[in-house]
């Protein structure tokens, strides 16, 4: 960095015997105005927006960069991570690897899983053990049955809803983390990563922007919400809940929206939700909505979905911690 030193400075100029507190004066504002060239960017950022389809809902990114060409660059970069991700992670696509995964339940060899996957399993198994189950991937056979409810417009069969429960439980996961193998202990279990995959795409696709020299965006998929620096001279991003109910100024935090109120069959005067609880294998009556702000997006992704079929006593022992804040409408 350069440095201007006082005395040189006094000999450069045109009259030597100029008063010394008149030199000193002009000596530092002319250090303020070269601190100040130092320390602004050469170029305005400008605000980019972006979207496209993965993982069966819209995934959008809002960035400030130098200008269209950094941005779209490293836009294409992160939606590609998504895609990718969606490849692996999705169970709607027959030939997926968390599919293949499932398919091979009950099989007495171990299977070679991805870095990714590992990862996503690793994480959830972790959120099953402290939520004592409210949150299971292994919710598959129950996730299909009720998808088929809801494209049908009707209830599920209470036998066809306890043998499907009969093949949920975490436990039944086991991961080999020096090999990072995984086995899946019964036949017809079935992999569910719809309560976390979205929020850890996010976060991937995060870190594909940071690399790409990207300081200040937002990524936002179904309901789950990253933000990293906030936009030019503002203190955060603006983040409102659905409906507008609630304002949140986040910078460098995750948030996630998990409700009920939308998507339901009624049978019997009640509302049955999208939202399963693994425990007892039906969809949720209430019409709660769980936000949840924490560190990464697949935290709060994972927790808002538990949240989501734990009862009010249950969250109040999460909301103790000062990890992440939980707000419930």
């Avoid at 040189?8 to 100029?18: A, D, E, H, T």
């Avoid at 530092?28 to 927006?49: G, V």
């Avoid at 056979?141 to 093949?167: C, T, V, Y």
Wanted: positive net charge; hydrophobic residues 40%; proline residues 3%.
């Amino acid at each position: 960095m350069l440095i201007i030193h006082f005395e040189k400075f006094r000999k450069l100029l045109k009259f030597p015997k100029l008063n010394h507190f008149l030199a000193s004066f002009l000596f530092f504002i002319i250090h303020c105005f070269f601190f100040l060239f130092l320390s602004s960017p050469t170029l305005a950022q400008e605000r980019f927006a972006f979207s496209e389809p993965h993982m069966g809902t819209t995934f959008m990114i809002i960035l400030y960069a130098n200008d269209e060409s950094q941005a779209k660059h490293a836009t294409q970069k992160a939606f590609q991570r998504i895609n990718d991700l969606e490849q692996i992670m999705s169970d709607y696509l027959p030939e997926s690897e968390v599919s293949l995964l499932s398919k091979h339940s009950g099989d007495a060899h171990k299977t070679k899983v991805s870095k990714d996957l590992f990862k996503v399993l690793k994480k959830s198994k972790k959120w099953s053990k402290k939520t004592n189950g409210s949150f299971d991937i292994t919710i598959g056979p129950l996730s299909k049955l009720w998808r088929r409810a809801f494209r049908q417009k009707e209830m599920p069969d209470s036998s066809a809803i306890l043998a499907s429960k009969k093949l949920v439980n975490y436990k039944w996961i086991k991961v080999f983390h020096f090999s990072k193998n995984v086995k899946l202990k019964k036949q017809n279990m079935r992999i569910d990563l719809g309560g976390i995959a979205k929020g850890y795409a996010v976060d991937e696709a995060m870190k594909v922007l940071k690399k790409q020299g990207i300081k200040s965006a937002l990524i936002e998929g179904g309901g789950d919400i990253l933000v990293s620096e906030a936009p030019p001279e503002k203190e955060g991003w603006e983040i409102f809940t659905p409906g507008y109910k609630k304002h949140y100024v986040l910078k460098n935090k995750a948030i996630a929206t998990s409700g009920a109120q939308y998507k339901y069959i009624q049978w019997k005067g009640e509302k049955y939700s999208h939202i399963i609880n693994p425990i007892s294998g039906y969809g949720m009556t209430h019409r709660r909505t769980i936000t949840v702000i924490t560190k990464t997006c697949a935290d709060a992704d994972a927790l808002a979905s538990s949240c989501s079929v734990m009862d009010h006593a249950e969250i109040a022992k999460f909301k103790k911690n000062k990890k992440w804040r939980i707000f419930i409408e």
